[in-house]
T-cell receptor, first 110, second 115 residues
Framework: GIQVEQSPPDLILQEGANSTLRCNFS?????LQWFHQNPWGQLINLFY???GTKQNGRLSATTVATERYSLLYISSSQTTDSGVYFC????????????FGAGTRLAVHP | KAGVTQTPRYLIKTRGQQVTLSCSPI?????VSWYQQTPGQGLQFLFE???????NKGNFPGRFSGRQFSNSRSEMNVSTLELGDSALYLC??????????????FGQGTRLTVV
């Protein structure tokens, strides 16, 4: 089956720093989403981005479907950005089944 | 617009018991999917329901089952609980226009502890 790999697995930043999280996938995908899991466990939607580039405040994402990767950029990081970031993909014929990567655990220190 | 609502938020059960978790999707969303999150296995797909029919199933034993009602609310049931079933169970809601997959939105989860 498809492999979804996220890197780095762990990231420690000082407040104000920028970072790039990567998601590689081993096969063609229909859709891709980025989530932030808060300390209470809820997955918060960041981007729904099967291809192209989107921006939302300090966050932006780029998916290059032909090369099978997506990037999540966090600029001017804040302590509230801490948590785990997941990318998840859906496959053609897979309906709404999301296949998740293992996540990147981000810690932002003041 | 109300988000995805999962109840209960926390649950403690004894091995061998059964448990039922509930999920109310976003109004107008017809697809509900369930996921299990554990430290060792990460986030794994359990099943998806659309228009009261299960249309996709993950690799879990038959002790895990679910259903969807005509108002799109969904329940999942785990029978004969095992210690390894301790996990965060997350429900996702999607608009799901026919076979086209659409953006998924998650509830806050139910944290199940089996003792």
């Amino acid at each position: 089956g498809i492999q979804v790999e996220q890197s780095p697995p762990d990231l420690i930043l000082q407040e104000g720093a920028n970072s790039t999280l990567r998601c590689n996938f081993s096969d063609s995908v229909n859709n891709l989403q980025w989530f932030h899991q808060n300390p209470w466990g809820q997955l918060i939607n960041l981007f729904y981005i099967p291809s192209g580039t989107k921006q939302n405040g300090r966050l932006s994402a780029t998916t290059v479907a032909t090369e099978r990767y997506s990037l999540l950029y966090i600029s001017s990081s804040q302590t509230t950005d801490s948590g785990v970031y997941f990318c998840a993909v859906t496959l053609s014929g897979g309906y709404n089944k999301l296949i998740f990567g293992a996540g990147t655990r981000l810690a932002v220190h003041p | 617009k109300a988000g995805v609502t999962q109840t209960p938020r926390y649950l403690i059960k004894t091995r061998g018991q059964q448990v039922t978790l509930s999920c109310s999707p976003i109004s107008g969303h017809r697809s509900v999917s369930w996921y299990q999150q554990t430290p060792g296995q990460g986030l794994q797909f359990l099943f998806e329901y659309f228009s009261e029919t299960q249309r996709n199933k993950g690799n879990f034993p038959g002790r895990f089952s679910g259903r969807q009602f005509s108002n799109s609310r969904s329940e999942m049931n785990v029978s004969t609980l095992e210690l390894g079933d301790s996990a965060l169970y997350l429900c996702a809601s999607s608009l799901a226009q026919g076979i086209k997959n659409t953006e998924a939105f998650f509830g806050q989860g139910t944290r199940l502890t089996v003792v």
